[in-house]
């Protein structure tokens, strides 16, 4: 995902691809025959202008003429059926196939204030293009509730203004500041966004899952962040963020502590010691791999029963490991690419609902016999190669 550039760069994976054909049937299509309202016919055309289609025979703004007077009929545009006020843009890049296969309509260019015009606009979806700038004036659109901008390559800064989005309850979107109070979900994953995490989440208390993922983000964790008291899913991954994780995950201490489940860290640059995790009483799944994390591997996670996923591959984590007993929800661990040594504990076998255990690379020496396999009924990878480990299993 790294060294996007200002060419083109597809980051579609066939997936992503089969994906988005699936998407595009489930776009509700608005009655196409009302007439559509001169003015914003005049605004699209404008809007249009400012756009840069890379290869005009598949775009599908090429349906977007002058010689058309129904522009609710123009591809991605979509009417009330009532009132014919065009309610609905989706540009979101389409596969077309022509006599050389399948390619992408990507578009690209100025998002033009025309659109101001479309007063009635409640569905904006720009994802999968090629916009670099984030057009703060969409923030006067006050009837859009979707607004989608994901998988551009947004560059830049987050923008700090007032925005007036007020039924926003569901978006894609970089305008941070005071949004709505209404917002659930922000995911802005796989952009260029290469600022600071925005301080101010005050005003969008009722956020639940935020995903920043595949950014360039830097800094740390604002405490803004962990006085979301609703906030269930963080993901991070794959940023610049730094500093000490035991700061990062005090300053998520604030009422998310309760709230938060999922928390994923990995592929940043947080060092320091592994932190207490205990506080964070609903987490389920943690992921820190690939970071700068040294010391010991101590009590971190106390009774935490509720935790089924934990990866911290790929740190700098040293010391014995303790005894894991009490996290009898775990499913997955893995600590693989660490620099652990002493004993596998052998109370390891009281995780009953263990799938996966990844200890390979680290610099255990133990001799595993039956007391610490023997009850892992579910376990089916086991991977403790590059180590000092060695079996005592009875044959039977
Ligand atoms: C579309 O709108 C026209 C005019 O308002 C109406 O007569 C027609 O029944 C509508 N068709 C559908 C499928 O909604
Ligand atoms: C207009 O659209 C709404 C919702 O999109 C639908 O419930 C209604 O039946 C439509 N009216 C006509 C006349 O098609
Ligand atoms: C936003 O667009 C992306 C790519 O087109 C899509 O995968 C994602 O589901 C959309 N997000 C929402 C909330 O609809
Ligand atoms: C937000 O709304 C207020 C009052 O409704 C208005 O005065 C202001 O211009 C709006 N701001 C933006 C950026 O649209
Ligand atoms: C957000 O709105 C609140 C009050 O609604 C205001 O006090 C605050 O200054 C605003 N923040 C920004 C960054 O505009
Ligand atoms: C903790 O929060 C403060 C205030 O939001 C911020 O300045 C600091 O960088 C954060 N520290 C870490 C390590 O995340
Ligand atoms: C952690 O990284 C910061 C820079 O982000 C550095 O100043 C600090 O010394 C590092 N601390 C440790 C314990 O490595
Ligand atoms: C674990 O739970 C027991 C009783 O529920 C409590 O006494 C003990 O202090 C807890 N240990 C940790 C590390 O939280
Ligand atoms: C094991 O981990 C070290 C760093 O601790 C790394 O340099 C090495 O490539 C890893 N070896 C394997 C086989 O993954
Ligand atoms: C397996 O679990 C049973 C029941 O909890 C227990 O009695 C037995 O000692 C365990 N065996 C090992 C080898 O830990």
């Given at each position: ?65 002058s ?5 609710c ?114 995911d ?13 989440f ?20 604002p ?24 700061f ?44 700068r994390l ?5 009590d971190?996670?106390g ?54 255990l ?39």
């Open positions: 995902m790294r060294g996007r550039g200002l060419h083109f760069h597809f980051h579609l994976s066939l997936a992503l691809l089969f994906a988005l054909i699936a998407a595009s049937f489930g776009i509700s299509v608005k009655n196409q025959s009302v007439r559509c309202i001169a003015a914003e016919r005049r605004a699209l055309l404008d809007f249009k202008k400012g756009l840069i289609n890379y290869d005009n025979s598949l775009n599908l703004l090429v349906s977007w003429t010689k058309e007077e129904k522009c009929k123009w591809k991605g545009v979509g009417c009330d059926n009532t009132t014919g006020h065009v309610v609905m843009l989706d540009l979101r890049s389409r596969i077309t196939y022509g006599i050389f296969g399948g390619s992408l309509t990507v578009i690209s260019g100025e998002i033009g204030t025309s659109l101001l015009e479309l007063k009635h606009l409640s569905h904006l979806d720009l994802s999968l293009n090629h916009f670099y700038q984030i057009a703060d004036f969409i923030g006067s659109l006050s009837d859009l509730t979707y607004h989608n901008l994901s998988s551009n390559p947004l560059t830049g800064f987050i923008p700090h203004q007032l925005v007036n989005l007020s039924r926003l309850v569901d978006l894609t979107f970089p305008l941070l500041v005071n949004i709505s109070r209404n917002l659930v979900e922000l802005l994953h796989h952009n260029q966004l290469s600022s600071l995490i925005p301080k101010s005050d005003n969008m208390p009722a956020l639940e899952r935020i995903n920043f993922e595949d950014n360039s983000l830097e800094g740390g964790i405490k803004s962040l962990g006085n979301l008291c609703h906030l269930k899913e963080l993901n991070l991954r794959d940023n610049k963020l730094s500093g000490p994780l035991t990062a995950v005090t300053n998520l201490s604030g009422c998310a502590k309760n709230s938060l489940e999922i928390l994923f860290l990995d592929d940043n640059n947080f060092n320091g010691s592994l932190p207490n995790f205990v506080r964070f009483s609903s987490l389920r799944e943690l992921t820190v791999a690939c970071n040294s010391g010991h591997f101590e971190n996670f009774n935490f029963s509720k935790i089924t996923v934990s990866n911290l591959d790929k740190n700098r984590i040293t010391g014995p490991l303790l005894d894991l007993s009490k996290l009898s929800s775990l499913r997955k661990l893995s600590l693989r690419g660490n620099q652990l040594e002493g004993l596998l504990p052998v109370n390891i076998g009281k995780l009953s609902q263990l799938v996966l990844d200890v390979s690379n680290n610099s255990l020496h133990d001799v595993i016999s039956e007391a610490h396999l023997f009850n892992l009924t579910k376990l089916r990878y086991l991977l403790i190669s590059f180590n000092a480990l060695s079996f005592n299993l009875i044959s039977n």
